[in-house]
C-alpha cells in the first residue's frame, strides 16, 4: 500500500494532461494546415499538416503506453516510427505529382498558417522539455514536435521566397526537405525502438 507514492502519481497526472493538450493541439492545427495546404497549394503547408497529424497520433499512442510494460512501449515507439516513414513518403509522391501537374502556391498564406502553427508547436515543445530524455515512447513525443518547429520556420521561408521570386520552386523544395526531415527522424524513432524492445526482453533471455 506505501508503494503508491502520491507525489508519483501526481507528476503522471500532470504529465498526460500535457499529452492532452498537445494532442489536442496538432489535432486542430492538422485541420488548419491541411485546409490551408489544398487553398494556397502548398507542398510546404500539407507537409507540415501530416507532420501534426503524426505528432497527434504520437500523442495518443503514449497516452496509451503509459502504465504498460518497457515492450509495449517500444511497439508503440515503433508504430509512431512507421507513421512518420509513411507519411514522409506520402509528402515525397504529393511533391512528384504537384511537379508534374503544376501548382501556385500562395505565399502569404503559407507565412501566415506556418507562422500559427510554429507559435503552437513552440508552445508545446516546452510542454514537452521534461520528456526529452525519457522513455522511448515518450522522447518520440518530443522529437515529432522538434520536427514540426524546424518545419514551420522552413515552410515561413518558402513562403517569403514564393512572394519574392513568384515560382513555386521554393515551396516544393521545402516540401521534399521536410518529407527527408520527416524520414530521418521516422529511422531514428525505429532505430530506438529496436533497441529498447532488445533490453526489454534482455533479462527473459538469461537462464
Not at 518545419?151 to 521534399?176: E, K
Amino acid at each position: 500500500m506505501g508503494e503508491c507514492g502520491c507525489h508519483a502519481q501526481a507528476t503522471n497526472e500532470a504529465e498526460r494532461r500535457i499529452l492532452r493538450v498537445a494532442l489536442g493541439l496538432n489535432a486542430t492545427m492538422f485541420v488548419v494546415g491541411i485546409v490551408a495546404g489544398m487553398i494556397a497549394q502548398s507542398m510546404g503547408l500539407v507537409a507540415d499538416s501530416l507532420d501534426m497529424l503524426a505528432d497527434a497520433s504520437a500523442y495518443g499512442i503514449a497516452l496509451m503506453a503509459w502504465a504498460r510494460s518497457a515492450s509495449f512501449k517500444a511497439s508503440a515507439a515503433q508504430l509512431s516510427g512507421t507513421l512518420l516513414l509513411i507519411l514522409g513518403l506520402g509528402v515525397l509522391l504529393g511533391v512528384v505529382w504537384r511537379l508534374l501537374m503544376g501548382s501556385h502556391p500562395d505565399g502569404a498564406w503559407m507565412m501566415g498558417i506556418a507562422f500559427v502553427a510554429l507559435v503552437v508547436n513552440t508552445s508545446v515543445l516546452r510542454l514537452l522539455e521534461r520528456f526529452r530524455h525519457g522513455e522511448v515512447h515518450l522522447r518520440a513525443t518530443w522529437l515529432f514536435t522538434r520536427v514540426d518547429v524546424i518545419a514551420n520556420l522552413a515552410v515561413i521561408v518558402s513562403g517569403v521566397l514564393v512572394l519574392l521570386l513568384h515560382s513555386a520552386v521554393p515551396d516544393l523544395v521545402i516540401g521534399t526537405a521536410i518529407a527527408c526531415y520527416v524520414l530521418k527522424e521516422a529511422l531514428g524513432i525505429l532505430r530506438e525502438a529496436k533497441e529498447a524492445r532488445a533490453a526489454a526482453l534482455a533479462p527473459t533471455a538469461k537462464p
